[in-house]
């Protein structure tokens, strides 16, 4: 996740070392994962936020939509 994509160099990418190298990269837990585990959850959209927070307070939910905005790679990836 986090080396080099067939002929694209991650040094080529300019991204910080904690990006993933593709940005469509994906862990599958195929039995999920406790929500002790999970630290936070970030949303695009206010509505969502709401909801996560009133389902979960016990979860930092946090509503940040510049993370859902494209990175600095794009143009290796469309």
Not at 45 to 57: D, E, K, L, N, V
Not at 58 to 68: A, E, N, Q
Request: proline letters at 8%.
């Amino acid at each position: 996740m986090f080396g080099d994509y067939g002929h694209i160099k991650r040094p080529s990418l300019n991204i910080p070392d904690h990006y993933t190298t593709n940005p469509q990269a994906e862990v599958l837990l195929l039995d999920g994962a406790p929500i002790d585990n999970i630290t936070g959850v970030y949303f695009q959209r206010s509505a969502t936020h709401q909801q996560c927070s009133a389902q979960f307070p016990d979860l930092p939910c946090h509503l940040k939509g510049g993370y859902f905005e494209g990175r600095n790679d794009y143009v290796h990836w469309k």
